[in-house]
């Protein structure tokens, strides 16, 4: 191991991208990120990411090790290594959010996890995978007085509105499109009554799938219109501009959230759910 080294990437280096997936290659160099990778003979060998979230909280983006590396200890050098940069950064928690399906190799990712120092994993929601083709539009009447928009239709009043909220922390985090790798403006629905934010669903990109980021309604609206109007404009964008066979991707954080993708989601070959895992690191 003496020929093992640790070095910190802080840019676009396409040596180490190589090991990250596309939706997190902008991340390295951000203030927000630390990224590491490993260098074995003078050749790279494997990358981890972090990317903080809040003051002191990050979250394991990515881990990985190169085929030709693997089973010999790197992933719990490489991990270990970046937990030693976060607590240079005066890091207090790290989470890593996984499921059984993302793991190549189960017994090892979670061992390293594991020897690293990270609790055991626990349930924490259902992550639904499912063709565009396969969702059912709901049926969604708007009352006199409201209206739905993508957010590159959305009113200037309206933008104001929202970005106004998102500063009083009046949103939460997960409808705040800074938070996002590669938002998706066209497929983004805002739904507003009388001119007022009403609810919005977020649409991330993720590699060639589209991942449902999230779905938030304003209390006084909730139980009513909003939600089916909000899905049923950004199925209807979605599907006008990219085939029907596209991923879509959901997580369900709770038991309401789990019904909604339930009846939505057509049972067959092409939808699948699974499990999420959080295991955390508190330094």
Request: hydrophobic share 45%; with cysteine; proline share 6%.
């Amino acid at each position: 191991m003496e020929e093992l080294n640790l070095v910190r990437v802080d840019t676009a280096d396409p040596v180490f991208l190589q090991y990250l997936p596309g939706n997190f290659r902008h991340l390295p160099g951000r203030d927000e990120a630390v990224c590491v990778g490993a260098v074995y003979q003078g050749m790279a060998c494997g990358a981890a990411l972090a990317e903080e979230t809040a003051p002191g909280v990050y979250y394991l983006r990515y881990l990985f090790i190169d085929p030709r590396a693997r089973l010999c200890g790197l992933g719990t050098y490489l991990l270990r290594g970046l937990l030693g940069e976060l607590d240079g950064r005066g890091a207090f928690e790290v989470k890593a959010v996984y499921t059984p399906g993302m793991l190549e190799e189960g017994r090892q990712t979670l061992g390293v996890l594991e020897r690293a120092g990270f609790t055991a994993p626990k349930p924490i929601s259902t992550a639904f995978s499912v063709h565009l083709g396969d969702i059912r539009i709901p049926e969604a009447e708007l009352p006199q007085g409201a209206e739905v928009y993508t957010a590159e239709e959305m009113p200037d009043a309206l933008i104001d509105a929202y970005e106004a909220l998102l500063l009083q922390n009046a949103l939460p985090a997960f409808v705040d499109p800074g938070e996002l790798g590669s938002p998706q403006a066209d497929l983004t629905s805002v739904c507003a009554v009388d001119g007022q934010l009403a609810g919005i669903l977020l649409v991330d990109r993720q590699e060639q799938a589209l991942c449902v980021a999230g779905l938030y309604v304003m209390e006084a609206h909730r139980k009513g219109f909003v939600t089916p109007a909000l899905i049923a404009n950004s199925i209807g964008s979605a599907l006008a501009l990219y085939p029907p066979e596209t991923e879509v991707i959901v997580s369900a954080i709770n038991r309401q959230s789990f019904a909604l993708c339930d009846r939505l989601f057509r049972r067959n070959s092409t939808t699948h759910k699974e499990t999420e895992l959080l295991s955390v690191y508190r330094f």
